[in-house]
């Protein structure tokens, strides 16, 4: 990990900017989860909302990740193409305005660099005299295996409703950070027996470090 970032602002959640050896940019952080919208600090201070893409690498629970940015509103734009954007509210939140949103249905959102997001339109807010509505939306269900094989270590219940843990690059004795469904942050545990390796993926018991409240909340 490169001595520019704030180890501590990584761990509690603080997402950046880092340049890559093809000169490319990618962002680090500790909570980067594949297809989320998220808040990244430049180097000046300067807060950004981009679209986490592909987990490139994990070291030590640091990941780096691809990403796009999020497109901001298009008035001059004709709706009726089917555009849907993603438009940014004065309250901090996100929504989605475009025509023909349906409230429980996919829209497919166009992003900044050409490319597209798909999400679930979960209530629509507003429709104008134009047609155009204005729509809360949640990023789909992701699948344990695709976290996996992006490089996430996961809790996964075995027979008996025990728990272990799942991912890449599982040993004995290392303390790893898990997601969680359904938050942000990750829980750190120690991994124990490894008690299945196939493809590279490994399950595994573990214990929860000294004076760290388990909290899994993957029911």
Known sequence: MNDEFESGALDEGGVFFRKLDDDTFAIVGSTLLPGEQVEVTSKNGTVRQVIVGKILS????IMTAEFDW????????DYSDGQVYFHGLDNGDYVVTG???????????????????????TKILDVNEDGIQTATFEWPRTDPDDLVNDGRIVFTRLEG????????????????????????SKEKVIVAEIIQD????????????????????ND
Do not use: Y
Request: charge should be negative.
């Open 58 to 61: 994990e070291d030590d629970g």
């Open 70 to 77: 999020v497109a901001e509103p298009h008035p001059d734009i």
């Open 99 to 121: 025509m023909n949103l349906v409230e429980g249905e996919t829209a497919t959102v166009s992003v900044k660099d050409g490319g597209t997001k798909e999400v679930i339109v």
């Open 161 to 184: 409703d025990e728990w272990a843990i799942r991912g890449k690059g599982l040993e004995t004795g290392k303390t790893v950070k898990v997601s969680r469904k359904g938050k942000t």
């Open 198 to 217: 196939v493809n590279g993926i490994q399950t595994a018991k573990f214990t929860n470090p000294p004076n760290e409240k388990k909290d899994k909340d």
